[in-house]
T-cell receptor, first 114, second 113 residues
């Protein structure tokens, strides 16, 4: 069974540009989570999607947005990129039955903003 | 405000000895705690968890201890193996909530042969 897949693996952008990151959850999982791991920091919660709806978002500005598609895959968009947006962006998924917080993570997308 | 704290950025132990990774939390509403392990260039993987109704949970070489009064948990790895070298993240959650895990900054464990 395929795990959580993310693309691209690496992305280089310049300040002010937009970045789009993609995530495919494990088959059968309906919830997708996005986390940011900046250098020296832990995983910071960004967004949670379930059944196509945004259920919760972390303490990030509105230029961080996303969506979940009918096939449960998800997209994270970061507009007006700033240097401090350089980080590893991790996507995770869970099934509807998992209320304990165990997440299955992808390998991440490394975003570098120059 | 950091709700989950891992105060040791790194830990180095000898193969065969015990590794003890510590985690403190401030939010008394947390009632479920997890440890994740992360190798370089890979996503974090779930290792072990504990509910607040327990004070210990064991899975093979890995044991997690929870001290609710001190708002402290620890992960013990016995015996430590070189393959255990990774970054370990402590995370906390509130059951019935949004499943928004709160992670610590991680502790890098190095197990020396």
């Amino acid at each position: 069974e395929a795990g959580v897949t993310q693309s691209p693996t690496h992305l280089i952008k310049t300040r002010g540009q937009q970045a789009t990151l993609r995530c495919s959850p494990i088959s059968g999982h309906t919830s997708v989570y996005w986390y940011q791991q900046a250098l020296g920091l832990g995983l910071q919660f960004l967004l949670w999607y379930d059944e196509g709806e945004e259920r919760n978002r972390g303490n990030f500005p509105p230029r961080f947005s996303g969506r979940q598609f009918p096939n449960y895959s998800s997209e994270l968009n970061v507009n007006a990129l700033e240097l401090e947006d350089s980080a590893l962006y991790l996507c995770a998924s869970t099934g509807r039955w998992q209320g304990t917080g165990e997440l299955f993570f992808g390998e991440g997308s490394r975003l570098t903003v120059l | 405000d950091q709700q989950v704290k891992q105060n040791s950025p790194s830990l180095s132990v000898q193969e065969g000895r015990i590794s003890i990774l510590n985690c403190d939390y401030t939010n008394s509403m947390f009632d479920y705690f997890l440890w994740y392990k992360k190798y370089p260039a890979e996503g974090p993987t779930f290792l072990i968890s504990i509910s607040s109704i327990k004070d210990k949970n064991e899975d093979g070489r890995f044991t997690v201890f929870l001290n609710k009064s001190a708002k402290h948990l620890s992960l013990h790895i016995v015996p430590s193996q070189p393959g255990d070298s990774a970054v370990y993240f402590c995370a906390a959650n509130t059951q019935g909530g949004s499943e928004k895990l709160v992670f610590g900054k991680g502790t890098k464990l190095t197990v020396n042969p």
